[in-house]
C-alpha cells in the first residue's frame, strides 16, 4: 500500500433516529442513520406486506387458479 493517499480509519459514533447509538469504524466521521438494526422492521420481526392496490389479493388469486389447474393435470 502506498503512504499519504489513504484516509484516516477512526472511530465514529453512530446516531438512529429512534434514539439507538453506538461506535464504529469510518472514514467519514459521525453519522446519523435514519433507521437501523434495533428499529428495521426486518431484524425486529415486526414486517408486515403492505397491499398496495389489492396486488397481494390478485397475486394469491391468480397462485390459487394455477395450482388448481395443475392439480387437476395431475388427476
Sequence with gaps: ???????????????????????????????????????HPFYTGTQKIVDAEGRVERFNKRYAKSSKAKAEAKV
Design 1 to 39: 500500500m502506498q503512504k499519504g493517499i489513504h484516509p484516516t480509519y477512526e472511530f465514529a459514533n453512530v446516531s438512529c433516529a429512534c434514539g439507538m447509538t453506538f461506535q464504529t469504524r469510518t472514514t467519514v466521521g459521525d453519522l446519523k442513520v435514519d433507521i437501523c438494526s434495533n428499529c
